[in-house]
């Protein structure tokens, strides 16, 4: 079954540099959801889009903003990273409020 | 502050023994209670989840229970397999939403 498809999988950034993550949603799905992991922590809600428009935000700092495209992928930009940027971040997705699917996560690394 | 509070942070149970993990909240809007399951370098995969109609439900090994009034809940997986060693969040969230707040993870390690 096709799964959440994320890219890249591992991504290292300088500090002030700008980053893009982008997410495909399992088929039919119209909901894709942001989470950001750091080293040991749990995963935090950063931002979500239900049929192409923001649905919800969590802690998303303001250097970062996101879409959900026509095709339902969504990308995720970082601008001006810093250190403590670097985490895993997870997209997932759903149809509606239905199970949340996460993909395998990118790895960001701001040096 | 963190939503949801979990316990323990590490785990170690014998093959065959019981894994039991805790999982503390204060909003009592939350209507939704996952637990997710997480190997190393993979996404959260959802276990099992209740909502605070039912005190318990159980599907094969896991069982969450689930207390209201204590506004409390965990998970139990029984018979643990070395395969179970993973990280377990719990979470909640409010109404059909997918936005939760995660515990801050138990990392389970089952002996062989």
């Known amino acids: 079954a096709a799964g959440v498809i994320q890219s890249p999988r591992h991504l290292i950034k300088e500090k002030r540099e700008t980053a893009t993550l982008k997410c495909y949603p399992i088929?039919?799905?119209?909901?894709v959801y942001w989470y950001q992991q750091g080293p040991g922590q749990d995963p935090q809600f950063l931002i979500s889009?239900?049929?192409?428009?923001?649905?919800d935000k969590g802690s998303i700092p303001d250097r970062f903003s996101a879409q959900q495209f026509s095709d339902y992928h969504s990308e995720l930009n970082m601008s001006s990273l810093e250190l403590g940027d670097s985490a895993l971040y997870f997209c997932?997705?759903?149809?509606?409020?239905?199970?949340?699917?996460f993909g395998e996560g990118s790895r960001l690394t701001v040096l | 502050q963190q939503q949801v509070k979990q316990s323990p942070q590490s785990l170690i149970v014998q093959k065959g023994g019981i894994s039991i993990i805790n999982c503390a909240y204060e909003?009592?809007?939350?209507?939704?209670f996952p637990w997710y399951q997480q190997f190393p370098g993979k996404g959260p995969a959802l276990l099992i989840a209740?909502?605070?109609?039912?005190s318990e439900k159980k599907e094969g090994r896991f069982t969450i229970s689930f207390n209201k009034s204590a506004k409390q809940f965990s998970l139990h997986i029984m018979d643990s397999q070395p395969g179970d060693s993973a990280t377990y969040f719990c979470?909640?969230?409010?109404?059909?939403?997918?936005?939760?707040?995660f515990g801050s993870g138990t990392k389970l390690n089952v002996k062989p």
């Open positions: 997932a997705s759903s149809l509606g409020a239905g199970e949340l699917f």
């Open positions: 088929p039919r799905h119209d909901t």
């Open positions: 889009f239900y049929e192409k428009m923001q649905s």
């Open positions: 909003n009592t809007a939350f209507d939704y």
């Open positions: 209740i909502r605070p109609d039912v």
């Open positions: 979470a909640a969230s409010i109404g059909d939403f997918n936005k939760f707040y």
